[in-house]
């Protein structure tokens, strides 16, 4: 029987047990929403992030970089939620973080930086034109779910938001990411 891979090893991070990292948190604010409201979920949303970022540094030795970025976002408007008894800043969080990703890939675009493959970079093998295409694409994405999230909020219930955010938003980025597989072969560098 083989020794188990190093979990602190870099590049080597089991992709169910981001699944888990990520999912958790949300399906937590779902399930507590719908028993007790919009302000203890936010706050079950928060300890659930930071245990979810506490457990990916103990077990994966790193703080992946979108997790980390969603996770102070979600502290910084949970706590005004609940500082000011105001639900309208938990749910304008999506659209600020997908505005502030759009902003970072184009941004970097324009100063001929690829932050894209800094963050898939382990995973993918791409040429310049496909990391640059990649990259406009998810940027577009995220201005879109930027602006579905600001007509979801806006126009329904705080319950039927918390659906949406927890799934309708993620189903959508798993298409979305799937959909990418003609312009990952397309592009594809050979590693060696």
Do not use: C
């Not at 891979?5 to 399930?31: M, S, V, Y």
């Not at 979920?41 to 928060?46: E, G, I, N, Q, S």
Request: net charge positive; charged share 15%.
């Amino acid at each position: 029987m083989s020794a188990p891979a190093n979990p602190k090893e870099p590049g080597k991070e089991n992709p169910a047990l981001r699944l888990a990292l990520d999912l958790g948190p949300l399906i937590l604010f779902f399930a507590v929403n719908g028993f007790y409201g919009i302000f203890a979920a936010t706050a079950v949303f928060m300890v659930a992030i930071a245990a979810a970022l506490a457990a990916s540094r103990l077990l994966t030795g790193k703080f992946a970089t979108m997790p980390l970025v969603t996770g102070v976002f979600v502290m910084f408007f949970g706590g005004l939620t609940l500082y000011l008894q105001d639900e309208t800043f938990i749910k304008i969080k999506p659209t600020m973080i997908y505005l502030l990703f759009a902003g970072i890939l184009l941004g970097g675009l324009a100063a001929k930086r690829m932050f894209l493959k800094s963050v898939l970079g382990e995973m993918l093998s791409l040429n310049d034109t496909g990391w640059r295409e990649l990259t406009i694409r998810w940027a577009g994405f995220f201005m879109v779910l930027a602006l579905l999230n600001e007509a979801v909020w806006r126009n329904v219930s705080t319950d039927v938001w918390v659906s949406f955010k927890v799934f309708g938003l993620l189903p959508l980025t798993i298409a979305f990411a799937a959909l990418q597989t003609g312009l990952l072969k397309k592009h594809a560098k050979s590693r060696d």
